[in-house]
C-alpha cells in the first residue's frame, strides 16, 4: 500500500457494528495498522473485544460502547421495516461524538437492472429490488445524518472461506446458464485495503461520498464456476439453462439472476489510485483455494 502520510495511527479506534464476513476481515486487516477494534454481533461470543447488538429484539449496548471512537464502520443491513439498525438506535448518540469517519457498506443493488450496461456511481439509482430500495433509503438517511459518512456500493463478495469451491465442497453450487448474464464481484480483502487504502490518503484525495468497489471483469456465473472445477481437477456438472433451474430456486436466489449489470470501479482505481490486489475472479479464487489448502494442511 503506497502513501504512509496517513490520517490513520494508533491512536484510532475503531467501532465495527456489524462483524459478520467482512467486518471480520476489516477488523483483523485493521488491526494491523495498530488501531483499536471493537466489533458487535447479535449474539455474544467469547472475543473480549465484541459486545452485543441486535435491533431486532432491541438489545443495545451501553454508551460507554463509544467513549473514545474515532471511526465507525457499519457492515448491517437494513433492518426488517426498511430502516437502518444503527441510525435507528444510535443516531443522536453518534452525532453528539466527534467522530472523523464513518464507513456503510452498502450494495450495487441500488443501481438495479442496467441489461449488462456498465454502471458508476455518476448514474442514478433505480432500484428494482424491495430490499434494494430499502437499501437506498438507508444510503439517504445516513447522507441526511450529517455524520462524516462514506458509502461503498458492493457486488458479490467472496473471500476465503465464502466462495465457489466452498458451495462445490458443500454441495450447493448451481450450474445455471442465461444467455448475456453478467455479474460483479470483489475479494473481501479488497474491500478492506480499499477503505484503509481511502482512509491513509484522506488528507489529499478529494473526498467523495459514494463509491463502488468491484474487481476489474464482471463476468458469467458459470465461467467462475467452470474454473474452480477445472482447478479441483472436477468434470463440472452440465449447466441448466435459467427457465429450467428458476422452479426450484427460492424467491432470494431467483432475484439475483433478474438483473444484470457491470459495475464500474473507474472512480476508486483510476481517479482516486486503489490498486486492486485481485483484479478479477481467476486471482481471487487463486487465493481462495491456496487458503483452503493450507487450512486443510494444517488440520
Ligand atoms: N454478501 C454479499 O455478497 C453482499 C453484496 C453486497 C452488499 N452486501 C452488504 O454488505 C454488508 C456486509 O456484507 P457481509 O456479507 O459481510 O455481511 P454478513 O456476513 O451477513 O454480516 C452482517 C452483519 O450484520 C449483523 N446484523 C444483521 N442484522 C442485524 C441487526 N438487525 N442488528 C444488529 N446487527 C445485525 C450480523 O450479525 P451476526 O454477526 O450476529 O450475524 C453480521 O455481523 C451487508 O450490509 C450486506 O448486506 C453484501
Not at 484522506?202 to 473526498?207: D, E, T, Y
Not at 458469467?220 to 474454473?227: A, K, L, P, R
Not at 486492486?276 to 494444517?298: A, M, R, T, W
Request: proline share 5%.
Amino acid at each position: 500500500m503506497n502513501n504512509f502520510a496517513s490520517s490513520l495511527n494508533i491512536k484510532n479506534k475503531f467501532l465495527i457494528l456489524g462483524c459478520g464476513f467482512t467486518g471480520k476481515f476489516f477488523a483483523k486487516t485493521i488491526r494491523q495498522f495498530g488501531c483499536t477494534v471493537l466489533t458487535s454481533s447479535r449474539s455474544k461470543n467469547k472475543d473480549p473485544n465484541s459486545f452485543v447488538f441486535n435491533s431486532e429484539n432491541n438489545t443495545v449496548p451501553s454508551r460507554e460502547i463509544f467513549d473514545g471512537v474515532t471511526h465507525i464502520l457499519s457492515c448491517i443491513p437494513p433492518g426488517r421495516n426498511g430502516n437502518d439498525p444503527v441510525l435507528a438506535s444510535f443516531k443522536s448518540h453518534l452525532k453528539s461524538l466527534s467522530l472523523e469517519w464513518v464507513g456503510y457498506l452498502s450494495t450495487t443493488g441500488v443501481y438495479g437492472n442496467t441489461k449488462g450496461d456498465w454502471v458508476s456511481e455518476i448514474n442514478q439509482p433505480k432500484p428494482f429490488q424491495k430490499r434494494s430500495h430499502k437499501r437506498l433509503k438507508c444510503e439517504k438517511e445516513w447522507i441526511e445524518s450529517g455524520l462524516p459518512v462514506q458509502i461503498f456500493r458492493l457486488p458479490g463478495i467472496y473471500g476465503p472461506g465464502r466462495s465457489t469451491f466452498d458451495a462445490i465442497r458443500n454441495q450447493t453450487v448451481r450450474v445455471i446458464s442465461k444467455k448475456d448474464q453478467v455479474f460483479s464481484r470483489i475479494h473481501v480483502a479488497d474491500i478492506a485495503h480499499a477503505i484503509i487504502y481511502l482512509l491513509q490518503n484522506k488528507n489529499s484525495l478529494k473526498f467523495h461520498q459514494i463509491i463502488n468497489i468491484a474487481d476489474d471483469e464482471p463476468c458469467s456465473q458459470i465461467e467462475v464456476i467452470q474454473y474452480c472445477y477445472n482447478i479441483m481437477g472436477l468434470k463440472m456438472p452440465k449447466p441448466i439453462s435459467f427457465e429450467d433451474a428458476k422452479k426450484e430456486l427460492s424467491p432470494i436466489a431467483q432475484s439475483f439472476w433478474m438483473e444484470n449489470r457491470r459495475v464500474s470501479n473507474k472512480l476508486l482505481c483510476e481517479t482516486l489510485g486503489y490498486q486492486l490486489i485481485y483484479k478479477n475472479y481467476k486471482q481471487g479464487l487463486e487465493n481462495c483455494f491456496l487458503d483452503s489448502y493450507k487450512i486443510s494442511n494444517f488440520l
